[in-house]
C-alpha cells in the first residue's frame, strides 16, 4: 500500500513562505505518476493546489488560479517526492492540506478528488493576518 509522508507545515504571517514535502513509499509507488496538493478549508470542500505529472515534466503542471505566481510545485523522482514551495502566503490560504497519488498514463493530468485514492493524513497550514 502506497505510504505518503508529509512535513513542513506551520503558522506564519501574511507574505511569509512556507515548504511542503510529501514523500511517497511503498506498494506501486512507481506507477503513482501523478503527485501533488489538496486543501481543505473550515467548512468547504477539498480543492487541488497543485499537481504534477510527475514523468509528464513541468509542462504538465496544474495550478488553482488562487496560487498562480505564488507557489511552486517541484518534484524529486529518484525520492518519489514533491514539493509546494509557497510564498506570499495569505489568510485565505489557511487550510489542511493533504497530499495526494495516482497512478496516470502518458501525459494525463487528472485534477479532481476522485482521481486520487491514496492521501496523506494531512497537514495543517496556518496563515495570520
Known amino acids: 500500500q502506497v505510504r505518503l509522508e508529509e512535513s513542513g507545515g506551520g503558522s506564519v504571517e501574511t507574505g511569509g513562505s512556507l515548504r511542503l514535502s510529501c514523500a511517497a513509499s511503498g506498494g506501486d509507488t512507481w506507477k503513482r505518476h501523478c503527485m501533488g496538493w489538496f486543501r481543505q478549508a473550515p467548512g468547504k470542500e477539498r480543492e487541488p493546489v497543485a499537481i504534477m505529472n510527475r514523468v509528464a515534466g513541468t509542462s504538465r503542471t496544474y495550478y488553482d488560479p488562487s496560487v498562480t505566481g505564488r507557489f511552486t510545485l517541484d518534484r524529486n523522482n529518484a525520492a518519489n517526492t514533491v514539493y509546494l514551495q509557497m510564498n506570499n502566503l495569505k489568510p485565505e490560504d489557511t487550510a489542511m492540506y493533504y497530499c495526494?497519488?495516482?497512478?496516470?498514463?502518458?501525459?494525463?493530468?487528472?485534477?479532481?478528488?476522485?482521481?486520487?485514492?491514496?492521501w496523506g493524513q494531512g497537514i495543517q497550514v496556518t496563515v495570520s493576518s
Open positions: 495526494a497519488a495516482a497512478q496516470c498514463s502518458g501525459i494525463r493530468l487528472p485534477i479532481s478528488r476522485g482521481d486520487y485514492d491514496a
